[in-house]
């Protein structure tokens, strides 16, 4: 079993940064994937950002040239800094990660992101 913590939402205005990460624990041996969803008030949960092993990334087309997701060196950490912030990115991400399958069943509890116009 995997279990990701996230962290680094916040109140930003638009215009500005935020670099959010998440932790994998437990089985992160098996990931072979991380990435990001998000979910606004009222709206459904949508993919943002994943990034492979291997370093291959996908985004949405709404943050490409603005979010990048990395990975730290060790595989079980996954980054999304994201610039010129706009205030339809505030949402809940979601941290997602596993082996196989996208999305996996394995989730973080969510880290809020809000962007004032």
């Known amino acids: 079993q995997v279990r990701l913590v996230e962290s680094g939402g916040g109140f930003v205005q638009a215009g500005g940064s935020l670099r959010l990460s998440c932790v994998a624990s437990?089985?992160?041996?098996?990931?072979?994937?991380m990435g990001w969803y998000r979910q606004a008030p009222d709206g459904q949960r949508e993919f943002v950002a994943l990034i492979t092993s291997g370093g291959h990334t996908n985004y949405v087309d709404s943050v490409k040239g603005r979010f990048t997701i990395s990975q730290a060196n060790a595989k079980n950490t996954v980054f999304l800094q994201m610039n010129s912030l706009k205030p339809d990115a505030s949402a809940v991400y979601y941290c997602?990660?596993?082996?196989?399958?996208?999305?996996?069943?394995?989730w973080g509890q969510g880290t809020q992101v809000t962007v004032s116009s």
């Open positions: 437990g089985s992160a041996s098996d990931i072979n994937q």
């Open positions: 997602n990660a596993g082996p196989a399958s996208w999305p996996s069943p394995n």
